[in-house]
């Protein structure tokens, strides 16, 4: 296994970009992180409802797409804002629990959008239980600016040696 996963690390970088049976770039390869976010023009006319709102915040945030089933993520998502103001980690269970309250889902529901938005860095595993940001913040505002400057920073960081390399290779070219 570790022989293995040392020839993948061997491989040359266009034997990485075509792949092994030169089907391109492999996203899984290559994307470690990703940031992206939607300006919706917010209107109190027509996000009426809690559900709404939390529906217009989890398209903002790109954690469902326009046709996409969106009962579980508004739903997980509603806990874990109710968890954030309270300033207190939930567990699955409690997280379950309060999801209900919003649409009826199952408990694996919660599992896979809690995941997910621990995978983005929107959620932190802090003792027992799950919170949104880092469980320092004070306005759901404050969380989602920090949440995006740390992602967009990190991201531009970790492009610094490709772009250096870029410039070479194209002033070499010259």
């Known amino acids: ?21 030169g089907k391109g770039l492999k996203r899984d390869i290559y994307v470690e992180s990703e940031v992206a976010l939607r300006k919706i023009h917010y209107d109190e006319t027509h996000f009426t409802t809690l559900e709404k709102k939390l529906e217009w915040f989890a398209l903002s945030l790109c954690l469902v797409n326009k046709n996409d089933e969106r009962d579980g993520i ?10 954030f103001m309270i300033k207190t980690p939930l567990s699955i269970q409690e997280i379950h629990e309060k999801a209900r309250k919003i649409k009826e889902i199952n408990i694996k529901t919660v599992y896979y959008h809690v995941k997910r938005l621990k995978e983005k860095g929107l959620v932190k595993k802090i003792r027992n239980g799950y919170m949104l940001g880092k469980g320092n913040e004070n306005k759901l505002i404050g969380l989602i600016k920090e949440y995006f400057k740390e992602t967009a920073e990190n991201i531009i960081n970790s492009m ?3 772009l250096n390399s870029l410039e070479a290779e194209v002033k070499n070219s010259m």
């Open 1 to 21: 296994m570790e022989e293995n996963k040392k020839e993948n690390n061997a491989l040359s970088f266009q034997e990485k970009i075509d792949g092994a049976e």
């Open 160 to 162: 610094e040696n490709g």
């Open 74 to 83: 508004v739903a997980v998502l509603y806990a874990l804002i109710y968890g």
